[in-house]
Nanobody
Framework: QVQLVESGGGLVQAGGSLTLSCAAS????????MGWYRRAPGKQRELVAR???????NYADSAKGRFTISRDNAKNTVLLQMNSLKPEDTAVYYC?????????????????WGQGTQVTVSS
């Protein structure tokens, strides 16, 4: 099995910064992409930022210029550095992984999610 474990959420004032971390563990053969999504109260889950295996990234318009996603391939971790936080960034943030588990002889691609971490930005 594959597990994603997030950390780093919390309460911060508007204009502040937080860094979210997500570590993937388990029977991982390779990772195609990892990213962060969020769900604000009363809203649908949305993509915040994503990084694929080659290093290319994409960001939601709301995150561009303020958030930076980075990945440590050796540690199977992904970080989301969030600066200039706004109250509208308040949400539960979820780590996502497009991960192939198994071995070279038997592998299976799956879409995995962490349990979520709360980010609250006060005005």
């Amino acid at each position: 099995q594959v597990q994603l474990v997030e950390s780093g959420g919390g309460l911060v004032q508007a204009g502040g910064s937080l860094t979210l971390s997500c570590a993937a563990s388990g029977n991982i053969f390779s990772i195609n992409a990892m990213g962060w999504y969020r769900r604000a109260p009363g809203k649908q889950r949305e993509l915040v930022a994503r990084v694929i295996s080659g290093g290319s990234t994409n960001y939601a318009d709301s995150a561009k210029g303020r958030f930076t996603i980075s990945r440590d391939n050796a540690k199977n971790t992904v970080l989301l550095q969030m600066n200039s936080l706004k109250p509208e960034d308040t949400a539960v943030y979820y780590c996502n992984g497009d991960i192939i588990q198994g071995t070279v002889w038997s592998r299976r691609r799956g879409d995995y999610w962490g349990q979520g971490t709360q980010v609250t930005v006060s005005s």
